[in-house]
């Protein structure tokens, strides 16, 4: 069957599930469809770059909650959503939902479940996401990220892995060929640690970055992402290293940041596993602990095992160790050079196609628009 060309989208408020979002909608646009998203107050705030022509904004609630009063509040607030979400599928007539993810995914899928509108799944994860777990039953199709794909479960779903899709302004970056320092240069090192890791780094960075040997110190240009109230402990510790430094709690121009970068230390997240590999650029990555299953180690593994970036498990991550890494990195000559070449050897061939290729095969509409 033919339906209108509206596509939903579906994804949680963190750069993880909103950047492959992101970059879906960019094709589906430059295809014809119109884009409704729909996310939570945190997905907000990336809704200036992100190309929807309607926002649907959704409680958030998780049904995992701890305790009966939480687990309760939670289903009515996700039913409560539910009933949003049908009324603009009654009003809209999307032709099929697309779910990245997160608290948003649950409602709108099972809307669209129980309005009888095809949807299907992303997964960014080597390991599927509670909410894709919990949605992957009824889905037409799971698209993931990587080469393996754990927690799957029963489904009649379409198994396909696309790769993660990659918004413009990364894939803009590709051509920032990487060029390592010469002996008068310095070394731009960039830091982040997405919205759950940033306090980490904090605190073991500035330390580490003490530690270093006058010569190499000296040259290290630092951009670092950190809380807001953690930024004047920050800067009083990279003061006392004598590092030159840029600090904020957010930067929007990350992939000029990426670009620019001979060393990234981060989490390992799939958005950010897929983007250092997409430019190109060493790293060393440092999983999210509490991560669910792990996964963010299973994500590395890309990087870690090609040889693109080095692992060091939270356990490990000391501001010694740290010290250690950057300088065995930085001191063997052109080892920042071919990690950087075996890391965008990783990326993925053209994943946001794929996808939205998938999209409009299970969506029934026909004649795409170039």
């Known amino acids: 069957m033919t339906g209108s060309r509206i596509i939903g989208i579906a994804a949680g408020g963190t750069g993880g599930h909103m950047f492959p979002a992101q970059a879906l909608a ?6 014809g469809w119109r884009v409704i998203l729909f996310t939570d107050e945190r997905g907000m705030r990336y809704g200036e770059k992100f190309p929807a022509d ?12 701890a305790g009966v009063m939480a687990k309760l509040c939670a289903v009515m607030t996700i039913i409560s959503s ?14 099929i939902i697309v779910g990245f993810g997160g608290y948003p995914s649950v409602p709108t899928m099972l809307a ?21 777990r919990l949605l992957a039953g009824g889905a037409q199709f799971i698209a993931h990220a990587f080469s393996r794909l754990e927690r799957l479960g ?32 310095p070394y731009h090192l960039l830091v982040f640690g997405g919205s759950q890791g940033a306090a980490l780094f904090s605190r073991i960075v500035p330390e580490a970055l003490s530690l270093l040997p006058d010569s190499l110190r000296l040259r290290i240009r630092l951009v670092q992402q950190v809380r807001s109230d953690e930024e004047a402990d920050v800067r009083a510790a990279l003061d006392g290293a004598g590092v030159s430094y840029e600090l904020a709690p957010f930067f929007a121009d990350m992939p000029d940041r990426l670009a620019w970068a001979h060393l990234v230390i981060a989490r390992a997240g799939a958005s950010t596993v897929t983007e250092i590999a997409t430019i190109g650029r060493p790293s ?47 001191a063997t000559p052109g080892r920042l050079t071919d990690m950087a070449s075996r890391a965008q050897a990783q990326a993925s061939d053209g994943p946001t196609v794929k996808l939205a290729d998938l999209v409009e095969t299970h969506s029934g509409v026909k004649n795409r628009v170039a």
């Open 26 to 31: 960019e094709e589906m646009k430059q295809r």
């Open 54 to 65: 309607e926002v649907v904004r959704l409680a958030a609630a998780t049904p995992s909650a």
């Open 82 to 95: 539910m009933m949003k979400v049908r009324k603009k599928f009654k009003q809209a007539k999307p032709a």
């Open 112 to 132: 669209a479940r129980f309005s009888a509108i095809p949807y299907g799944l992303h997964e960014q994860n080597a390991i599927l996401g509670r909410a894709n």
């Open 154 to 185: 029963r489904t009649k779903a379409q198994i396909l892995e696309t790769g993660n899709p990659v918004r413009q302004a990364i894939k803009s970056k590709t051509a920032s060929a990487f060029e390592e320092p010469k002996a008068d240069q």
């Open 284 to 330: 060393i990555l440092v999983p999210l602990g509490i991560a669910m299953d792990d996964h963010q180690t299973v994500n590395a593994e890309v990087l870690v095992e090609a040889e693109g970036a080095v692992l060091v498990q939270e356990g490990n991550f000391t501001a010694q160790n740290l010290a250690q890494e950057i300088t065995q990195i930085i």
